[in-house]
Structures are given as C-alpha cells and as structure tokens.
C-alpha cells in the first residue's frame, strides 16, 4: 500500500518560516520524481516544486528564492523548507510522488496570518 504522509505546517506570521516532511512508504522512492503542490480557497492545485530522481530542481515562479525542495533516498523523505512566507502562501500543501503514476499524500495546511 503506498501512502504519502506530510507534516509540519501550521500557523506562521508574514516572514516567518516552516518546513514541511513528507515520508513515502510503499514505492521504490528512490526512482521517483517528488513534488509539493498546494491549493488555496477557491483556486486550482498548483506546482510549488518538483525534484527528480537526479536531484534536477524546478520550482513555481512563487516559490523561487524563498522555497527550497530536498529529499532523501535513504529516509524515503522529501522536504520543502519555506521562507519568507507571505500572506498568499495560504494553502493545503500536497506531496506527489511520480513515476508510472501520480501519488498524493492527504495535505498540511500552512496558514500565514498576522
């Protein structure tokens, strides 16, 4: 059974930082591309970052200079630090694995308020 399971979200101020984890289990995950999406109120699910199996980055226009992806094979995690948060930030942030199909994990929510 593959599963997909993030934490570390929660409420921060403008400026602030959090970092999220995502551990997969279930998947040779070492083969996989795996990404954080997020999704607002109202909006559509969108791209924060991606990393490949190499290690090849790619990261929304939003995310670039404040976000930073990483993973690691050896603890089947991905990781998304996120820095100088903004109030837009707010979001259901999503984990995907990818490979020969898309998986999700069930999402954090990241609040950033005054």
């Known amino acids: 059974q593959v599963q997909l399971v993030e934490s570390g979200g929660g409420l921060v101020q403008p400026g602030g930082s959090l970092r999220l984890s995502c551990v997969a289990s279930g998947i040779r995950f070492n083969i996989y591309r795996m990404g954080w999406y997020r999704q607002a109120p109202g909006k559509q699910r969108e791209l924060v970052a991606t990393?490949?199996?190499?290690?090849?980055?790619n990261y929304a226009d939003s995310a670039k200079g404040r976000f930073t992806i990483s993973r690691d094979n050896a603890k089947n995690m991905v990781y998304l630090q996120m820095n100088s948060l903004k109030l837009e930030d707010t979001a259901v942030y999503y984990c995907q694995g990818t490979w020969s199909r898309e998986y999700w994990g069930q999402g954090t929510q990241v609040t950033v308020s005054s």
């Open positions: 990393i490949t199996s190499g290690g090849t980055l």
